[in-house]
């Protein structure tokens, strides 16, 4: 790549979407320019691009969640990879393209939190910038990493003063119940969260959150986490958080086998710290599943919420990822 990758300097934010704008910032991304993004993404993603005023252009992932066509794209500043449930994304193409037209490459690995790829590099070192959003892997009300790993960049902003906010109602309560369901073997996180999603189904009428339209064109404003998230990332045991996601992976891999579900990934590369179990289902059969693996105290989720301008095009396999959620 054109700009050399070496030591992250590291700035937090609330969210990982707030990290994406700083570092279409810093990548002097603005009005008129073009950012590759995948077009398996959240709406997050999204708003963070228009945030800058710039154009996402939208490339396509095989099965494999590998771009497919991405030497085609001559005209942007910035693409973005993306670190699929912490699963390792090839990035030899994405360099080979920005080296060529000139762009930066931001890893995001907002689902990668410690996990590293086949060569022991840690997901989000890997390119000029790279984002985790750590709430994703603790339960934390916020908390989000810009990794800038650019050398050529050696003005950062400031970090944002942690705020002293209380650490979140949501986050204690699930932290609570969990502790309560280990020691006593009663199953009340799943039971408070089969209560909340019978409120929402009685109030939207879906069983989990849909982001509205809007939110691809939210501004999104930079904000900075909470002091006690931090104190929580800090003190984290990281090496039990690693074996723990490993051997769950492995377990839910071995229930899973007995429905019909496939997983997206063919096994569990060595490093990769998985954001949960990803697999393709219909909505049926991924019911089916989170039967045969709620005793193991996870959810399953169905991820994304596509964006607008990529729902009416969007291969089957882009509606059909559900992920057994480690959190
Ligand atoms: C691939 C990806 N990138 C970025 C984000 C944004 O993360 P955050 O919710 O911390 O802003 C998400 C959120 O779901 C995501 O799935």
Redesign the pocket.
């Known amino acids: 790549m054109s700009n050399e990758i070496g030591e992250s300097q590291v700035r937090y934010y609330a969210?990982?979407?707030q990290a994406?704008v700083q570092a279409l910032q810093l990548a002097q991304v603005g009005n008129g320019d073009n950012v590759l993004i995948p077009a398996l993404?959240?709406k997050?993603?999204v708003a963070s691009v228009h945030t800058v005023g710039a154009t996402p252009i939208f490339y396509e992932v095989d099965e494999n969640l590998a771009p497919l066509d991405f030497a085609k794209f001559l005209n942007f500043k910035a693409a973005i990879a993306?670190n699929y449930f912490g699963f390792p994304q090839d990035l030899k193409i994405f360099e080979q393209q920005c080296e060529l037209v000139g762009a930066l490459l931001i890893e995001?690995n907002?689902?990668g939190y410690l996990s590293e790829d086949s060569s022991n590099r840690r997901l989000g070192t890997r390119a000029h910038f790279g984002?985790i959003?750590i709430?994703k892997t603790l339960r934390i009300a916020d908390g989000?990493q810009l990794l800038v790993n650019d050398n050529s960049i050696k003005l950062l902003p400031t970090q944002l003063t942690f705020t002293q906010l209380s650490p979140g109602l949501r986050p204690t309560l699930q932290r609570f119940l969990l502790r309560i369901q280990q020691s006593i073997r009663l199953p009340l996180l799943d039971w408070t969260r089969s209560l909340v999603r019978i409120g929402r189904i009685l109030v939207t009428g879906k069983a989990l959150p849909v982001s509205p339209s809007s939110a691809e064109f939210e501004e999104i404003i930079l904000s900075a986490p909470r002091e006690s998230s931090i104190k929580r990332i800090k003190q984290l045991d990281e090496h039990a958080e690693v074996e723990r996601r490993r051997a769950l992976y492995a377990k839910v891999d071995s229930v899973l086998t007995k429905c019909e579900v496939s997983p997206i990934f063919a096994s569990l590369p060595h490093g990769c710290v998985p954001y949960g179990y990803p697999f393709y289902a219909s909505a049926r059969n991924a019911k089916s599943a989170e039967m045969l693996v709620k005793h193991l105290g996870v959810e399953v989720i169905h991820w994304?919420d596509l964006p607008e301008s990529v729902i009416d095009l969007a291969p089957n396999h882009y509606k059909e990822v559900w992920l057994v959620n480690f959190l």
């Open positions: 969210l990982a979407r994406l993404i959240c997050d993603v993306v995001d907002a689902h984002i959003s709430r989000a994304p």
